[in-house]
């Protein structure tokens, strides 16, 4: 079992930044790849950013070049680093920690609204 609470969402105006976090307790050994999504208001999940225990990343094209993943292994805290963001990166951001080929784990998700 993992437990993650996600945390550091808000509102946010279009530019601007914000740091989530994403603190992971349990049995942490198991996890292989530890990812972020955005759930839109459709109710769709959608891959932003995975970061495995190799510190491989991957990122949606939409938010390359903006948001950084990164694990802090000591805290065992995933953050996600959100520059010059957009009103479509609005949504309920959920913290997933997977073994390989494993649905894993999620966190209750921390909605971010980009609006001015």
């Known amino acids: 079992q993992v437990d993650l609470v996600e945390s550091g969402g808000g509102l946010v105006q279009p530019g601007g930044s914000m740091r989530l976090s994403c603190a992971a307790s349990?049995?942490?050994?198991?996890?292989?790849?530890w990812t972020w999504y955005r759930q839109d208001p459709d109710l769709t999940r959608h891959l932003v950013a995975r970061?495995?225990?190799?510190?491989?990343?991957i990122y949606i094209d939409s938010v390359k070049g903006r948001f950084t993943i990164s694990r802090d292994n000591a805290k065992n805290i995933i953050y996600l680093q959100m520059n010059s963001l957009k009103p479509e990166d609005t949504g309920v951001y959920y913290c997933?920690?997977?073994?390989?080929?494993?649905?894993?784990?999620w966190g209750q998700g921390t909605q971010v609204t980009v609006s001015s």
């Open positions: 970061i495995t225990t190799t510190s491989a990343t």
């Open positions: 997933n920690a997977a073994p390989y080929h494993s649905a894993g784990y």
């Open positions: 349990g049995r942490i050994f198991d996890i292989d790849e």
